[in-house]
């Protein structure tokens, strides 16, 4: 295993497990879209935003050059890509 990822919001105060062969781990919460209560655009548009701010770090993580980064930088990188503020329009805030 070479990377964790934790995407619930509320595992951030958490304490991650130990996992084998010491992966990079960061946390790129987002709010639980099933936790959304109100009309079905509310809840729709919850899912939306979850899959967004997913794809949007998603894509930043696959445009990194891994090759030119240690571990350290790698694990800020990923942590930095964790606080990017995604707007509702899926693009991070510049």
């Not at 990822?5 to 951030?12: G, N, R, T, Y």
């Not at 990079?24 to 967004?52: C, L, M, N, S």
């Not at 990017?84 to 899926?90: A, E, H, K």
Request: net charge negative.
């Amino acid at each position: 295993m070479d990377l964790v990822l934790a995407v619930c919001d509320q595992a951030a105060g958490e304490v991650c497990p130990a996992w084998p062969g010491k992966p990079v781990t960061a946390h790129w919460g987002v709010p639980d879209p099933a936790a959304v209560e109100g009309p079905e655009t509310e809840k729709i548009r919850a899912f939306r935003y979850a899959y967004q701010a997913l794809e949007t770090r998603i894509k930043l993580f696959t445009a990194l050059r891994l090759e030119a980064l240690d571990r350290l930088a790698l694990e800020r990188k990923v942590g930095e890509l964790g606080h990017l503020r995604i707007l509702p329009s899926g693009e991070p805030e510049a």
